[in-house]
C-alpha cells in the first residue's frame, strides 16, 4: 500500500530543486541539478534500508543491505527538459521508492528483493539524446558517441558525465548488479491526451533519425533572376512538406517531424546555399518506418534534382520500435483484473528507459494518464488516485514474478 501523503511531498520535494523561467522543473541532464535530486533520492532510499550509490555512468542503485540474491527494480528518472513536469520521471522515480518501501524485507515468488534504479541524463534537449544513462548500460551508447554528442555549449556528453560524477563523490561507487537483475518496472505520465485508463505498453517507438544537407548556390537577391536560382532554402521547403506527406500516408502511430533547418550563408539579400534539416521519424511498426524512410530519400532525391540541387542523406540514428517483455504486459494486465482497476495495452511514441532496460531485464512500463495540460510543462497533471492505482499493478507483478 502506498503512502500518498509521502508521495505528495516527494513530488514536490524533486519539483522545488530548481525551476526555470516558465516556473517549470528545470533539471537537465548531467546539470547540478539533477545531481542534487539524485542525492535527494539517495537519502530517501536510505530511510526505507536500502544503500544508495552511482555506478560509473551516473544511475543511481539503491540495493537492500547486505544481499545478494535476486533483485526487482522500479524507478525512472530525475532530469527534466527545460521549463519541465511535475511528473515526468519524478512519478516513477518516487513510485520507485514506494515499492520498496511496500515489500520491505518480502521476496518475490521467485525469491528476489526490491531495490531502486534511477537511470541518469533520460531527457534529450541538452544534448540531442536521450536515455543517456540505460543506453550506456546496456552499451548502446558507445564511449565514442559520449565523446562526440555536445551541447550547445561544446561540452560533450562525457565531460557532462564527469562533473555530475564528481558532483556525487560523497556517494559510493556501485558495480551494476545486472546477474541479479530479474525485472524492472516504471510508471510514467502519459504522453497522450487521449489515453483515460491505465496504459500498459506494449511497444516504444524508438526513433529514427536522418539529416538532410541540401546545396545550391548562393548569389544576390537583386541579380540573380528566379530562372537562374539554385536556392538550398526553397528546395529543403519542398522537402519539408514531402515529409509531412508521406508520414500522413502511414499508420496514425507513425509520425515525423523536421525539428531543425539551418540556412547558409544567413544573409537577407544572400540566395541561400546550403539548407541543414533534421528528421525525426517514428514508428511502432518497423515495416511502416522502413516505409516512411524510403519515401522520404526518395521524394527528397527528386526534388533537388527537379531544381539542380545536391543533396546529401545521413542516417545519424538507426532507431527501431521495441516490443517490451510480454509476460510482464501479461502479468499487469491480469494484476489491474484482480484490483480490479481499468487498464489496457497501449504503445508509446516516445523514448523511455524501460525500451533498453528490457535487454537486460524483463521490463514494464506503465502510463498513468495525463490531466492538465501537456505533458513535459509546468502544466503536466495526475491524479493521485490513479497513480495508486498503477503502483498496486506494480506491486501485484513484481510480487508474483517467478525469478
Request: charged residues 25%; contains cysteine; glycine residues 10%.
Amino acid at each position: 500500500m502506498v503512502d500518498r501523503d509521502r508521495i505528495e511531498r516527494r513530488l514536490q520535494g524533486l519539483w522545488e530543486i530548481e525551476l526555470g523561467p516558465g516556473g517549470g522543473a528545470n533539471r537537465l541532464a548531467y546539470s547540478s541539478a539533477e545531481a542534487q535530486a539524485m542525492r535527494l533520492v539517495a537519502a530517501w532510499a536510505a530511510e526505507h534500508g536500502l544503500d544508495p550509490g552511482i555506478d560509473r555512468f551516473g544511475n543511481l542503485w539503491a540495493l537492500p543491505e547486505s544481499w545478494n540474491g535476486p533483485l526487482v527494480t522500479g524507478g525512472s528518472h530525475v532530469d527534466t527538459v527545460p521549463d519541465g513536469g511535475r511528473y515526468d520521471g519524478a512519478l516513477g522515480t518516487v513510485l520507485g521508492l514506494e515499492l520498496a518501501a511496500a515489500l520491505g524485507n518480502e521476496t518475490t515468488g521467485g525469491g528476489a528483493r526490491a531495490a531502486v534504479m534511477i537511470c541518469a541524463a533520460e531527457e534529450a534537449p541538452r544534448f540531442g539524446a536521450g536515455t543517456v544513462g540505460s543506453r550506456q548500460l546496456v552499451g548502446t551508447l558507445t564511449e565514442e558517441e559520449t565523446t562526440q554528442l555536445r551541447d550547445a555549449e561544446g561540452i560533450s556528453i562525457a565531460e557532462a558525465r564527469r562533473e555530475h560524477l564528481e558532483r556525487l563523490v560523497d556517494l559510493p561507487r556501485v558495480r551494476p548488479p545486472l546477474d541479479r537483475w530479474r525485472a524492472h518496472s516504471e510508471v510514467h505520465v502519459a504522453q497522450r491526451r487521449e489515453l483515460r485508463d491505465i496504459g500498459v505498453v506494449t511497444t516504444v517507438a524508438s526513433p529514427r533519425r536522418l539529416q538532410i544537407t541540401v546545396t545550391g548556390e548562393s548569389g544576390h537577391t537583386g541579380e540573380v533572376s528566379m530562372a537562374d536560382r539554385r536556392d538550398a532554402l526553397t528546395g529543403a521547403a519542398e522537402i519539408v512538406l514531402a515529409i509531412e506527406r508521406a508520414a500522413r500516408d502511414e499508420p496514425p502511430q507513425t509520425v515525423a517531424t523536421t525539428g531543425t533547418l539551418s540556412v547558409a550563408p544567413g544573409a537577407v539579400s544572400v540566395i541561400p546555399a546550403t539548407a541543414r534539416l533534421a528528421i525525426d521519424m517514428r514508428a511502432t511498426d518497423a515495416g511502416s518506418l522502413d516505409r516512411l524512410e524510403h519515401q522520404i530519400r526518395r521524394a527528397s532525391a527528386d526534388i533537388c534534382a527537379r531544381r539542380g540541387l545536391e543533396i546529401d542523406t545521413e542516417l545519424t540514428r538507426a532507431g527501431n520500435p521495441v516490443e517490451l517483455d510480454r509476460g510482464m504486459v501479461s502479468a499487469a494486465l491480469a494484476a489491474a483484473q484482480r484490483l480490479p482497476v481499468s487498464a489496457h495495452r497501449t504503445w508509446s511514441g516516445g523514448g523511455h528507459d524501460p525500451q533498453h532496460l528490457n535487454a537486460l531485464a524483463p521490463s514494464l512500463l506503465l502510463f498513468v494518464p495525463l490531466h492538465g495540460g501537456e505533458s513535459h510543462t509546468p502544466q503536466e497533471g495526475a491524479s493521485l488516485d490513479e497513480i495508486a492505482h498503477a503502483a498496486a499493478i506494480v506491486e501485484y507483478v513484481l510480487r508474483d514474478l517467478d525469478a
